[in-house]
């Protein structure tokens, strides 16, 4: 189970930050071989005042469009396939959205796996994708 925190502006349409959730949601999918029913997100929305960010960073260039999505999952995925996930991300983003590439930042936490998740009645329920 993915948990994911989609921070962004709050001047986005609604539309557009369903479809931010939807991309990222059909990424975790693809990629990360979880199942269409394991879809917990958070969106937040936040005022221009609110985020920091440099104008460039590592010859990027960032706008006022940037938006921040963190992802918690278990541990066990290799370097190849996060890499596949983080351009699938910025891919599905790009192409659905007014959002570009390069206001796309993705931080991926792992933990645990199973002890580290309750998915409701505090119980540890085993799901067996989790890894």
């Known amino acids: 189970m993915p ?5 962004l502006p709050k001047t986005l349409q609604h539309e557009e930050k369903d479809q931010i959730s939807i991309s990222v949601h059909q990424a975790l999918m693809e990629e990360f071989n979880i199942p269409a029913d394991d879809y917990f997100h958070v969106i937040e929305e936040l005022e221009s005042h609110q985020v920091k960010f440099p104008q460039s960073y590592l010859d990027i260039p ?3 469009e940037i938006i921040f999505i963190q992802i918690t999952a278990g ?9 596949r996930l983080y351009a699938s991300i910025a891919e599905k983003i790009a192409a659905s959205t007014t959002i570009t590439k390069n206001n ?4 991926l936490t792992e933990n645990n796996g199973q002890e580290d998740w309750s998915f409701g009645n505090g119980g540890i329920q085993g799901a067996k994708h989790i890894i």
């Open 62 to 64: 960032h706008t006022k």
């Open 104 to 107: 796309i930042i993705i931080v």
């Open 3 to 7: 948990f994911v925190r989609i921070s």
């Open 75 to 83: 541990k066990g995925r290799d370097f190849e396939k996060k890499k």
